[in-house]
């Protein structure tokens, strides 16, 4: 198993629906994972970090982490074209320090 | 205030040439990090620094690849002799701690031709 895993999608959701983006994680993660926005051409910004198991909620945004499942989640609400991005799923490596170990992004659609 | 910035935004050069990649990470900012990122890949780490401590260097790919960071805040990623394969885009971020969150300057789009 890869140490994070994301669909690269496209994951393609007409503008005010849900968007559900996932990610699983090896044992060689640790317990932080953060989220972070991508649009093509720029550099990640941080979008939400969550550190313990269940439902963090930031306006729009919603992460959702399951330790026992080794799964976090980000939900997108009302979601928005500016919404059209790659997300990237990151967590903390054990072995690493503290780097970032980054899944390959799932790709975001929002169609108007 | 300023953010981490990085130099030059974008490098072009011929295979075998050496090339250095600046970052200057947001004043105050004691951890540094580098990471690659290739065309439909996901962050790939290269090297951290923490303060005065050794770097973790587990990332570099090869020996072609060192880093170093100058009196706890610019720092240099040297490639030697480049390959195709080196073609990317190289991210340095930095963030106030160890545990802190991670903050990206814009990156280095390096072509090897």
């Known amino acids: 198993q890869k140490e994070v895993e994301q669909n690269s999608g496209p994951l393609s959701v007409p503008e005010g629906a849900i968007a559900s983006l996932n990610c699983t994680y090896s044992d060689r993660v640790s317990q932080s994972f953060f989220w972070y926005r991508q649009y093509s051409g720029k550099s990640p910004e941080l979008i939400m970090s969550i550190y313990s198991n269940g439902d963090k909620e930031d306006g729009r945004f919603t992460a959702q982490l399951n330790k026992a499942s080794q799964y976090v989640s980000l939900l997108i609400r009302d979601s928005q074209p500016s919404d059209s991005a790659t997300y990237l799923c990151?967590?903390?490596?054990?072995?690493?320090?503290?780097?970032?170990?980054f899944g390959k992004g799932t790709t975001l659609s929002v169609s108007s | 205030g300023a953010g981490v910035s990085q130099s030059p935004s974008n490098k072009v050069t011929e295979k075998g040439k050496d090339v250095e990649l600046r970052c200057d990470p947001i004043?105050?900012?004691?951890?540094l990090y580098w990471y690659r990122q290739s065309l439909g890949q996901g962050l790939e780490f290269l090297i951290y620094?923490?303060?005065?401590?050794?770097?973790?260097k587990s990332g570099l790919p090869s020996d072609r690849f060192s880093a170093e960071r100058t009196g706890g805040s610019v720092s240099t990623l040297t490639i030697q002799r480049t390959q195709q394969e080196d073609s990317a885009v190289y991210l340095c971020a930095s963030s106030l701690g160890s545990l802190e969150t991670q903050y990206f300057g814009p990156g280095t789009r390096l072509l090897v031709l």
């Open positions: 620094f923490q303060g005065n401590s050794a770097p973790d």
């Open positions: 004043s105050g900012h004691t951890a």
């Open positions: 990151a967590g903390k490596g054990v072995q690493a320090g503290t780097a970032l170990i």
